[in-house]
Nanobody, 117 residues
Framework: QAQFVESGGGLVQSGGSLRLSCAAS????????IHWYRQVPGKERELVAS????????YVADPVKGRFIISRDNVKNTVYLQMNDLQPEDTAVYYC??????????WGQGTQVTVSS
C-alpha cells in the first residue's frame, strides 16, 4: 500500500525558505513520477511541481517558477521541495503523491506552510 509522509513545513517570514520532504513507501519508488501539490481551504488542490522517475526532468508551476526547486533521492525514496523567497500566497498545506494515488484521491496528511508578511 502506497504511503507518502510529508514533513518540513512551518511558519516563516516573507522572503524566507523552507525545504519540504516527502518519504514514500509501499511503491517501487524509482518507477514513478512524483508530484508536489498544495491546497488552501476552500480552494482546489493545485499542482506545484513534478519530477520524473529518474530525476532528470522536472516541472514547476508558473506561480513558483524561479523560487521552488524539486529534487529526489531514489536511494532514500524521498522527494524534496526547496522553497525560496516564500510569499504569503504560498501559504497552504503541501502534499506529495504519485499519479495512481492522485487519481484515486488518496492523500497523506500533508505539511502546513505558513508565510507571514
Amino acid at each position: 500500500q502506497a504511503q507518502f509522509v510529508e514533513s518540513g513545513g512551518g511558519l516563516v517570514q516573507s522572503g524566507g525558505s523552507l525545504r519540504l520532504s516527502c518519504a514514500a513507501s509501499g511503491i517501487t519508488f524509482y518507477n514513478y513520477i512524483i508530484h508536489w501539490y498544495r491546497q488552501v481551504p476552500g480552494k482546489e488542490r493545485e499542482l506545484v511541481a513534478s519530477i520524473s522517475a529518474a530525476g532528470d526532468e522536472s516541472y514547476v508551476a508558473d506561480p513558483v517558477k524561479g523560487r521552488f526547486i524539486i529534487s529526489r533521492d531514489n536511494v532514500k525514496n524521498t522527494v524534496y521541495l526547496q522553497m525560496n523567497d516564500l510569499q504569503p500566497e504560498d501559504t497552504a498545506v503541501y502534499y506529495c503523491n504519485y499519479p495512481p494515488g492522485a487519481n484515486l484521491d488518496a492523500w497523506g496528511q500533508g505539511t502546513q506552510v505558513t508565510v507571514s508578511s
